[in-house]
């Protein structure tokens, strides 16, 4: 998983080809946001990933029925397990901060 805020990288032949060197399988755009706004607030952050295409490989763009079988047989375990991360951080005493724009 290559995590990018690299908009349309898909019709950049040497994007694509520096992500075929480091083997990335998939890219995510949505955490690279999280991502920066907790660096610059100095906030610790973590993600949890469903991955449900891998556009660096030919048969791996998503479609309506891949969608539909990785909604189908992998939301509801992602959400259980992302609900058990924030319910142990909560019981170790950890506060959100607020973040600063």
Avoid at 12 to 32: P, V
Avoid at 40 to 69: E, R, Y
Avoid at 87 to 98: A, D, F, R, Y
Wanted: charged share 25%.
């Amino acid at each position: 998983m290559y995590t990018t805020n690299k908009r349309v990288w898909e019709h950049r032949e040497d994007f694509k080809e520096y992500l075929r060197s480091l083997r990335a399988l998939a890219i995510d755009m949505e955490t690279a946001t999280i991502f920066v706004a907790a660096f610059k607030n100095q906030i610790p952050a973590g993600a949890l990933l469903l991955v449900s295409d891998m556009p660096m490989v030919p048969d791996g763009v998503k479609t309506d029925a891949s969608d539909k079988v990785v909604t189908e047989q992998y939301v509801q375990t992602h959400l259980k397990i992302g609900v058990r991360s924030l319910q142990q951080l909560i019981n170790n005493g950890e506060t959100v901060k607020h973040l600063r724009f």
